[in-house]
């Protein structure tokens, strides 16, 4: 079968590839593992994940994007070029179209970054859609009609939040804050608070199996291990959901500012849609324990989950290469 198009939600955290008629074929970790002499790629997505922090000195585990935006070109290239290969094959007669997702405050360096390694890697075109939009999409959301959707999307890298209408985006913000930054800070927090030294895919692990915004019935508890900060050895300790809600106030206290932010930026009218049909949620980050709730809480606006959430904005962006031509005028970037 010749693939002549293909959509790429080409996140922080997770890269995931949508071909028409298909749908989601590939769901991996944005991560890639070279040698660190030749620079020569050893191992792409799951497998690579697994080498995070467990690296010798000769391999290098690294993510080729930070905060929405390509940090090493050419190992975002290689990555690419792997990924198009593994779906269409690596002698084709055809280059495919192929439609990628971006966050919305990108800057047109960076968004000109990624359309490059597309093309590179082997597109016959890039075009890039916005996120909100790409997420908007994938949650059966109506973007074109004259009536305000709002939407949030809370990623690996970034939040965007964008009020909808007619197509477009009517007022917006990004904010790099997302998942990532969440890790982080739970294993900054738990380094400061019990002089433990834990890797990042512990820390992801504790924000999904523990994490929550807002206390629960019932606290979760989780045991983990890592080095002790003073004598370096191994030890192991229990992390509460407690533990996780002090850790990431401030980056939520971002995102939470980002929301207001465009609610205040939102003409009347469309407040007014957007109180009448609420809020509604996408990307991993929507996934952490009660954050609809938290956002219900302090905007007033009443806050909804989509299905599925994590895969809204792939979706989305495989609905848009799929009407590659009616979308083309009106909310595309084409090189």
């Not at 997770?14 to 769901?27: E, Q």
């Not at 190992?75 to 690596?90: D, K």
């Not at 970054?113 to 997420?135: F, H, R």
């Amino acid at each position: 079968m010749i693939i002549r198009r293909i959509g790429i939600d080409l996140g922080t955290t997770n890269i995931l590839v949508h071909i028409p008629g298909k749908g989601i074929v590939i769901d991996e970790p944005c991560v890639v593992a070279l040698e660190a002499a030749t620079n020569k790629v050893v191992a792409i997505g799951d497998e690579a994940k697994k080498m995070l922090g467990r690296t010798p000195d000769s391999i290098i585990a690294a993510r080729p994007l930070r905060d929405g935006a390509i940090a090493n070109f050419r190992i975002a290239e290689a990555m690419l070029s792997h990924y198009i290969n593994r779906v269409s094959g690596r002698i084709r007669l055809l280059r495919p179209d192929i439609m990628l997702s971006i966050p919305a405050g990108i800057t047109s360096t960076e968004r000109r970054a990624i359309v490059d390694a597309t093309i590179q890697a082997g597109a016959k075109n890039a075009y890039t859609i916005k996120e909100p939009i790409a997420a908007a999409l994938g949650a059966k959301i109506p973007i074109a009609s004259s009536s305000g959707n709002m939407i949030i999307d809370i990623g690996g890298g970034t939040s965007e939040v964008a009020v909808i209408a007619l197509g477009d985006i009517v007022a917006s913000t990004s904010v790099r804050v997302g998942g990532n930054k969440f890790d982080q800070a739970i294993a900054n927090y738990i380094r400061k608070k019990h002089n433990l030294i834990i890797g990042e895919q512990t820390a992801e692990d504790i924000k999904i199996k523990v994490g929550s915004v807002m206390p629960l019935r019932k606290e979760l508890q989780m045991e983990v291990s890592g080095s002790n900060t003073i004598t370096g050895l191994p030890e192991s300790i229990i992390v509460t959901t407690e533990d996780v809600m002090f850790a990431i106030k401030d980056e939520l206290n971002e995102v939470i500012g980002a929301v207001k932010s465009v609610l205040q930026k939102t003409p009347p009218e469309l407040a007014s849609d957007v109180m009448d049909k609420g809020i509604v949620m996408t990307g991993g980050g929507s996934l952490l324990r009660n954050i609809d709730n938290l956002l219900t809480k302090v905007t007033g606006v009443p806050c909804q989950v989509a299905e599925d959430a994590r895969l809204c904005v792939v979706r989305g962006t495989g609905t848009a290469v799929e009407n590659l031509d009616d979308y083309k005028r009106s909310i595309l970037w084409a090189k």
